[in-house]
């Protein structure tokens, strides 16, 4: 069965650092364009980032800098390393993996994130 | 960057009923688009992609329209498990974007 679970969200106070995996199974994070994406409380959705299968990364204007995607090819595990946090990056955090280079076909459940202090 | 609206914000409809969703992209996603359905204190799934393609599992019921610029997204008739937030996302260019979302309400 393919599938994501994502760990390691929590409180978190501002500037602070945090780091989210994704663990993934049934099928090779490697082989294929994954992303993440957040949902601050009772907002909308938002595009983080994004990792290639090549290895490419980007990320959204609001994160750059200061977040850092990336995978694990042995253990099959994407990852996202949150620093120099702040209260706008209060969300819960989604990996997704893209069909092609296009729309999230596969979704974990979420990793929820708060900054406060 | 390409901005997304979806219209309207809620949508109140009775079981049985008919629901049409708007989403807007500006410029032209020329048919890079999908729907993606939130139900409450879920993760959201993917509905249609490439404007009107349904992805597995889904119902016949749920259907998309549109290219360009204007989008539409109808669910025939609404079951009860259908009461949820709707998004559409552009993947024509990066960084991707989504629409706020059309919450579908019983009414």
């Known amino acids: 069965e393919v599938q994501l679970v994502e760990s390691g969200g929590g409180l978190i106070q501002p500037g602070g650092s945090l780091r989210l995996s994704c663990a993934a199974s049934g099928f090779t994070v490697s082989s294929n364009f994954m992303n993440w994406v957040r949902q601050a409380p009772g907002k909308g959705l938002e595009w983080v980032s994004v990792i290639y299968s090549g290895g490419n990364t980007y990320y959204a204007d609001s994160v750059k800098g200061r977040f850092t995607i990336s995978r694990d090819n042995y253990k099959n595990m994407l990852y996202l390393q949150l620093n120099s946090l702040r209260a706008e990056d209060t969300a819960v955090y989604y990996c997704g993996r893209l069909a092609g280079t296009y729309y999230m076909d596969v979704w974990g459940k979420g990793t929820t994130v708060t900054v406060s202090s | 960057e390409i901005v997304v609206t979806q219209s309207p914000a809620t949508l109140s409809v009775s079981p049985g009923e008919r629901a049409t969703l708007s989403c807007r992209a500006s410029?032209?996603?020329?048919?890079?688009l999908a729907w993606y359905q939130q139900r409450p204190g879920q993760a959201p799934r993917l509905l249609i992609y490439g404007a009107f393609t349904r992805a597995t599992g889904i119902p016949a019921r749920f259907s998309g329209s549109g290219s360009g610029t204007e989008f539409t997204l109808t669910i025939s008739s609404l079951h009860s498990e259908d009461f949820a937030v709707y998004y559409c996302q552009q993947y024509d260019s990066w960084p991707r974007t989504f629409g706020q979302g059309t919450k579908v309400e019983i009414k």
């Open positions: 410029p032209s996603v020329r048919s890079n």
